[in-house]
């Protein structure tokens, strides 16, 4: 590998990070860089390096300052263009379309009548249509850990949310007919080719992911194989190779062969997808062909340093997707370690020599990104890689193209992929499940980060010049060191924690003592569901168990939690404890008396007992100790027959000094009780009952309380126009400072042996730039 270019694309990666956060995580590597260069007497290359340190750090910011809108929140009817293909769910259809002025909008129309399926479902890329609705702006990440939805949109160069109340006048142009190919092929697989496997079939031709089941997603996710799934040299070698050898059986001149070549990949690109991996080795293989045009020979590691360099000039915001981290990260492991690959005998020996050292490139992003790592993903690689490389891909491929002209007899051969996936799925399914050797951490400090990365590339290094060793075992002795030191992190680092989730019109709390010591989850919000149509019906269904609290949990280095409680047997509070059940993310669960009042309520204790999680049941006078937390029981006392809110699980406890009290949906009857039996009750922090609703929080219990804050858990917009303006009138009068979830996102108190703090993660702190 060239110096240079490995210096350069550390420099470019360097001057968009500064240029984006403005931190001093890369001033560490400048100066390594400047002391390298002095002591080699290169001081032309630190110049070097320092010039692409700038221009790119100017080129983000430029790219940065005219990533604004034209538009403002509001109605809007205008006329634009689908420039991807469409997605349709059930009722949800869903496209990133491109007005007359050039903005792009991620629009979304929910269908009303089953007829409009046939329609929506015929529109394609270069479809132009009048379309009347409202610009919103996409939503922050209001829950600490789970997915940044506006800053994926922004660096997308998409700042609206376009939700669309009709569809007309809808005609074709001849744009992007290369998009439209793509669909044609990703329609003909999904009607010639069993369901069950159709998915994996559109993956790996075209790039495309989302008719895959949502559980084998998963799955692939947690075990590290979803690469497999994607485009990526592979096949770009295998078109590159097949095309090349077919051109030159039809009498074309070397020469003429590799220009027609450079002309079809950044076809090829667009046609499955376009993603980092499939640019990545597009760009790659164009590389190579063009300088062996001009009879250079390009190294491998440099052509991956120009075409980082190349895709990162056009467009910097690629530098934080996963996958282009992902994609540039692995394939610069495994040739810094082509010689310790190629030194193994056995090709079972190189597979295995491959996958640690992919699974060591791929760390660092992973614990950062996902802050989890499946051990058993080794093993997994091992069995799959192989499978779907000398098996599945080869079979997919020439299946399809043996369908396109004997759709029948192609079709007869799918059928034997389908037993295959399906017996593969099952695999991955039941792993994932059973995992046993799941690491799952904080999210690693930048320096922490650099920690991995360099002892990470030390170790390879050592490996590749002096083989197995004295020195390479020094290296992987910093490697254990940074692993180590980052798992250990929240059992010296980590403040407490009292956080109230945004998770809409429902309760969530969270509170964790310091250093992790005790862990507890209060309530898990839940979505009021009411029958659909089977149209209606979507594959891609939201959930706040899978999307925000496992999420959430695992930033925090949570693989399970102490104690999981359950204030009362309300859809909004219990509605994904079963989520939290069968994936075995609770130590123990804790609920009232008088708990069980449906059926679904006794089915969700059963499944706790089923899955070997012990249930205790509490009442008045009893006292939880839960490692350094501890929580004395006020209510309920007895079971109220006619009211769950006022059965509802009440909390006291203490937060550094700060006392808090939560007190389930309890309404004033039940607040009056309360205070009957405890006169003398205060405490500094109320989490509001019942949402804020008219018939909670009272004045008499807010006198008594004086407390200094009260949160409120409450959906925006949610059709019950929670909190009443009486209350909010009552908090007011008594001088408490009101946290809202559906105005501040959520609400995090932290605090150590010293202090505390509060922190919001709103919804909107930043609207769109807009000229």
Known sequence: MSLRFFLLAISSAAGIAIASSSNLFFLPVIICLFIYCLYQRRIELFFLCLFFIFLFFFNFKLIDHINITRFEEGSLRTEASLIDIPKLDGDRFSANVKTREGEIFSAVYYLNEPSEI????????????????????????????????????????????????????????GNFPLKKIRKAGLDFIKEHVPETSAGIVQALIFGDQQNIDPEVIDAYQQLGIIHILAISGLHVGILTAALYHVLLRLGMTRESAKLLLIAVLPLYSIITGASPSVLRAAFMTMAFLLFSLINVRLKTA?????????????????????????????????????????????????????????QLGSLPILLYHFQSVSLLGLVMNILFVPFYTLLILPFALINFILMLAF???????????????????????TMAAIDPVQIITVKPGLFQLLFYVM???????????????????????????????????????????????????????????????????????????????EWRKRKSQFSIGKNILIPFLTAKGIRQLDALVLTHADQDHIGEADVLITQ????????????????????????????????????????????????????????????????????????NDISWLLTG???????????????????????????????????????????????????????????????????????????????????????????????????????????
Request: proline share 5%; charged share 20%.
């Open 118 to 173: 046939s329609k929506l479902s015929q529109l394609e890329p270069g479809n132009v249509c009048v379309m009347n609705g409202e610009l919103k702006p996409p939503k922050n990440a209001t829950v600490p850990g789970t997915f940044n939805y506006k800053q994926y949109l922004h660096d997308k160069k998409i700042h609206w949310i376009y939700r669309v109340n009709s569809i007309e006048d809808c005609r074709m142009t």
């Open 665 to 771: 949906d309890l309404e004033k009857e039940g607040e009056l009780s309360l205070l009957k039996k405890y006169p003398s009750l205060m405490a500094d922090i109320l989490k509001v009952g019942h949402h804020g609703s008219k018939g909670s929080s009272g004045s008499e219990f807010i006198k008594q309380l004086h407390p200094k804050a009260a949160f409120i858990s409450v959906g925006e917009n949610n059709r019950y126009q929670h909190p009443h303006q009486e209350v909010l009138n009552i908090l007011s009068d008594f001088q408490v400072h009101t946290y809202r979830t559906d105005k501040h996102g959520s609400i995090q108190y932290v605090y150590d042996n010293k202090k505390g703090t509060i922190q919001l993660h709103p919804p909107y702190d930043t609207v769109p730039k807009s000229k």
């Open 407 to 429: 759709p029948s007899l192609g079709a007869f051969f799918f059928r034997f992929l389908d037993f295959l996936m399906q017996w593969s799925h099952q695999i991955a399914v």
């Open 584 to 655: 075995k993310k609770v130590k123990k669960l804790i609920v009232p008396i008088g708990f069980i009042r449906e059926r679904s309520d006794e089915s969700l204790i059963t499944q706790a007992m089923e899955n070997g999680i012990p249930v205790e049941v509490v009442q008045s006078g009893d006292v939880l100790e839960i490692n350094d937390l501890t929580f004395r029981v006020l209510a309920p006392e007895e079971i109220d027959k006619e009211s769950k809110n006022n059965s509802s699980l009440v909390l006291w406890f203490r937060a």
């Open 302 to 358: 440099d052509a991956l340093c120009l075409v980082f360099l190349g895709l990162l000039l056009i467009d910097p915001y690629q530098l934080f997707q996963v996958g282009f981290q992902l994609s540039f990260a692995v394939t610069f492991f495994l040739l810094m370690s082509k010689s310790i690959i190629q030194q193994i005998a056995s090709r079972i020996g190189q597979l295995i020599m491959v996958s640690l050292i992919a």
């Open 455 to 533: 002892s990470a590339v030390l170790l390879l290094y050592k490996l590749e010049t002096s083989g197995p060793g004295k020195a390479s075992f020094v290296s992987s002795l910093l490697l254990v060191a940074a692993v180590v030191l980052h798992l250990l992190t929240p059992s010296f680092l980590a403040k407490g924690e009292v956080v109230m989730l945004d998770i809409g019109q429902g309760d969530s709390m969270f509170i964790s003592a310091p250093r992790s010591k005790g862990n507890v989850l209060v309530d898990t919000g839940g979505i009021v569901s009411f029958p659909k149509e």
